[in-house]
């Protein structure tokens, strides 16, 4: 196995809450890897147990073979990017980058070479004598980075790295991380809240959620095909229809029974009783509208409705209809060339229809 | 809108009240008069005598050598104390912050009288040793209240980040939080000092035979209004000094 940061079963509990409820991953040598998930999900709490700054109340951490659940923080080989970068406002930026190098008495030559070299790929070489509060904000960040990075780390851990930048920032170091994470090579765990961030920022993506995981995936895979409800409503928008399941087709479609919009077909990547309760979900961009029942064949789900609100965001328009107690969000994507769109307005009646394969049945809870 | 003169008379009002006194003081070290009632010619007759007084200085080394060393131990004592109060929150922690700051209202005779009752009970000889444990108990609050007025600015990550670096818990300490405190201890022993030089009132109870301290050799030369210029003339210098000090501590609290 290339299995190379391994958490096993790490439960930890504060009070009477559980923070982290025995949460298992593996990641591997070398990947970008985020924790997601909303703030009390746990995720800053298995960041501190990986770091060393809580310990587990059971459970196993390992590094590259090396078990390192007992090991106070500064003889891990994990280091941190902190949220405020934590920066030591009395040191230079020069003196803040060498200060790990320094801590672990390597050689005067490797210091500075090392630190010179650190700099350079951050691309500060030339405010290395600065104070931290003489740098901008995104400034700061590279320097945190540096330091963190300078020490070699097995694995780097960057707590909400983006979330005190401001916006236009934010988009210029998500393109930089990703770039010092090619060039470096050392294995990423990112802590955020914010999904676009997860999904830019790293190649698989731990959806957590009341310190536990609900499923661990591609971005592209926690987004076309959540496993549960939550996972769904994290990233991206959805519609949720609650309904029964009454035919069973090949290849996992299911026909569900939902009230007041008729029965559609949807695909199910579990198993599914007939006559329980279930949820489907259906992507917002996935809705098509027209104003004629759509004849595309039996196999695409349609129903009718009356749009209550337009709002219109210039990449694309977003639409609220209503069809019987349902009260669901389309998302048409503009362009000049694609002709065929419709533009209802406020009180125009519509059609709805998504295929089956984009309509898709999610859990209720997490898988225990 | 129209500009009012009474601020500025105020302020005017305000510094005449404050600093009459000095002024009083410094010109009549210069006076030739024995008394100060009027001015008789200017003099350094004062200042050759202050410099000839033996047990002024004998004084001022005992003072000295107290404020030294009080204010330094407060420095050590004070700055535990405040990252006790910061890092812990307990019940006893509370009751700790309670009792260090009673020293800062409570009365200077209560003070001086409560120490001289514990040292009388134990039985412990009053001199040096006694006046110096005296002025740590006075000044410690303050230095305390000071350093923990620079803790609470303090941010704790500071710390994870260093131990995440590979300090241990004592390295970080010493690399990052000693030297982001440092400006609020020293603040906080010149304050103390400043407190220990001039302490009358506590200093009177439990000082001892030969452990005579500038202000109570200022009281007892007062008696006889033969030294009274001189200690114009001694005032005076006291006064230059002072204000350098307070210049320096300004300083360093500027730049914390």
């Known amino acids: 196995m290339d299995d190379f940061l391994v958490i096993d079963h790490v439960s930890k509990t504060f009070g009477t809450q559980r923070a982290v409820d025995s949460v298992s991953l593996n990641v591997v040598k070398g990947e970008a890897f985020s924790l997601l998930g909303p703030s009390g999900c746990g995720k800053t709490t298995l960041l501190r147990m990986i770091a060393g700054f809580e310990r587990p109340d059971s459970g196993r951490i390992l590094v590259n073979g090396q078990d390192i659940t007992a090991l106070p923080p500064e003889q891990r080989p994990v280091n941190t990017v902190f949220q405020n970068y934590a920066l030591f406002p009395h040191l230079s930026v020069w003196e803040n980058v060498a200060f790990g190098l320094r801590m672990s008495r390597r050689p005067r030559e490797e210091i500075r070479s090392g630190v010179d070299r650190m700099l350079e790929l951050v691309r500060l070489s030339e405010h290395a004598r600065k104070r931290p509060a003489q740098l901008s904000g995104g400034q700061r960040q590279r320097v945190a980075i540096a330091r963190a990075l300078v020490n070699r780390p097995q694995v780097l851990l960057l707590d909400e790295p983006l979330a005190a930048l401001d916006l236009k920032l934010r988009q210029h170091m998500l393109m930089e991380l990703n770039t010092i994470h090619e060039q470096v090579g050392t294995t990423f765990i990112y802590v955020t809240h914010d999904q676009g961030e997860a999904m830019s920022l790293s190649s698989r993506i731990a959806v957590m959620n009341a310190g536990r995981v609900e499923q661990v995936d591609s971005p592209a895979h926690l987004y076309e095909t959540p496993r549960t409800s939550f996972v769904a409503s994290f990233i991206g928008d959805a519609n949720f229809f609650t309904g029964t399941a009454v035919e069973f087709q090949h290849e996992g479609y299911v026909r569900v029974f939902v009230d007041g919009l008729g029965s559609p077909l949807v695909l199910s990547n579990g198993t599914v009783a007939s006559n329980q309760p279930l949820r489907l979900m259906v992507r917002p961009e996935k809705i098509s509208l027209t104003l004629a029942r759509p004849s595309s064949g039996e196999r695409v789900n349609a129903f009718r409705g009356v749009v209550e609100d337009r709002a219109y965001f210039g990449t694309h328009t977003r639409y609220r209809i209503r069809a019987g107690e349902h009260s669901i969000l389309a998302q048409l994507q503009r362009s000049r060339f694609s002709g065929g769109d419709i533009d209802p307005a406020r009180g125009a009646e519509v059609w709805m229809s998504f295929h089956p394969d984009e309509g898709r049945v999610v859990r209720l809870e997490a898988a225990s | ?256």
Request: hydrophobic residues 55%; charged residues 10%; glycine residues 8%.
């Open chain 2, 1 to 256: 809108m129209k500009r009012s003169w009474l601020p500025g008379f105020i302020t005017l009002g305000v510094i005449l009240f404050l600093f009459a006194p000095l002024v009083v003081l410094v010109v009549n070290s210069f006076n030739a008069s024995r008394f100060g009632g009027e001015w008789e010619g200017f003099t350094w007759m004062w200042y050759e005598k202050l410099w000839a007084a033996g047990e002024i200085w004998e004084s001022l080394w005992i003072t000295l050598k107290i404020a030294i060393s009080a204010s330094l131990a407060t420095m050590v004592l004070g700055t535990l104390a405040a990252y006790a109060l910061h890092r812990f929150r307990s019940g006893l922690q509370n009751v700790h912050h309670m009792l260090i700051t009673l020293p800062l209202v409570m009365p200077d005779i209560l003070m001086g009288m409560s120490l001289l009752a514990l040292f009388v009970l134990t039985g412990v000889e009053t001199g040096l040793l006694t006046i110096w444990i005296a002025h740590v108990t006075f000044c410690l609050s303050f230095v305390t209240m000071v350093v923990l007025g620079r803790l609470q600015d303090f941010d704790l990550t500071l710390l994870d980040a260093a131990r995440d670096l590979g300090a241990t818990q004592a390295q970080a300490v010493k690399k990052v939080l000693l030297p982001l405190l440092l400006p609020g201890v020293l603040a906080g022993g010149l304050l103390a000092f400043t407190l220990s030089i001039d302490d009358y009132v506590i200093t009177f109870f439990v000082s001892g035979p030969g452990t005579t301290t500038l202000p109570l050799r200022v009281a007892s030369m007062m008696k006889t209004s033969r030294s009274l210029p001189v200690i114009n003339a001694l005032s005076t210098l006291l006064i230059a000094s002072t204000f350098l000090v307070a210049v320096c501590s300004h300083r360093l609290q500027r730049r914390a």
